[in-house]
């Protein structure tokens, strides 16, 4: 279902509910269609069973608080964070324990194999961690000599 007129709100329990044509949806969960290259557009509002009941094109044409409560949501669902520098790799090969720094602070990570580095563009890395903890390179040209240098040896 894709529809432009539905209302957003949470229930006593921190729960998205989803209001449209009087209709109630509860336990509602928001999904990126493309969450590292347009993370505002194409999001899907699912129900519980998974089944898209809102199309969302542009998180810009929502109003202010239904905006909010969708970031709020993404933001305690999601968690990636972002490597702005690498400080240190135990070995080159594989396991490796890596000292990064990122958006959420200093973080220690271990690959496990260079396949877990993913590339999504000509400048962007995602490194899934032996956690299961997705980090991102949002690009690889904006990071100091020093973290390309360390990081060219496992691409």
């Known amino acids: 279902m894709t529809t432009t007129h539905f209302e957003l709100s949470r229930d006593p329990h921190g729960r998205l509910v ?24 194409g999001i899907a509002l699912v129900g519980p069973d998974g089944a898209e009941l809102v199309w969302i094109d542009n998180m810009a044409d929502l109003p202010d608080g239904t905006r909010a409560l969708l970031e709020d949501e993404l933001a305690s669902r999601e968690f990636m964070p972002e490597i702005k520098r690498i400080r240190h790799v135990s070995s080159f ?47 690889v040209t904006s990071l100091d000599r020093v973290s390309r240098r360390l990081l060219d040896h496992f691409l």
Do not use: M
Not at 30 to 40: E, G, H, M, N, T
């Open 18 to 41: 989803l209001k449209i044509d009087g209709r109630l949806y509860d336990t509602i969960a928001p999904v990126r269609s493309f969450p590292i290259s347009a993370a505002d557009e």
């Open 93 to 139: 090969a594989t396991p490796s324990h890596w000292q990064v720094e990122t958006n959420r602070g200093a973080a220690t990570l271990l690959l496990k194999a260079e396949e877990d580095i993913r590339r999504l563009s000509a400048n962007t890395l995602l490194i899934a961690d032996a956690h299961s903890v997705q980090y991102l390179i949002r690009d």
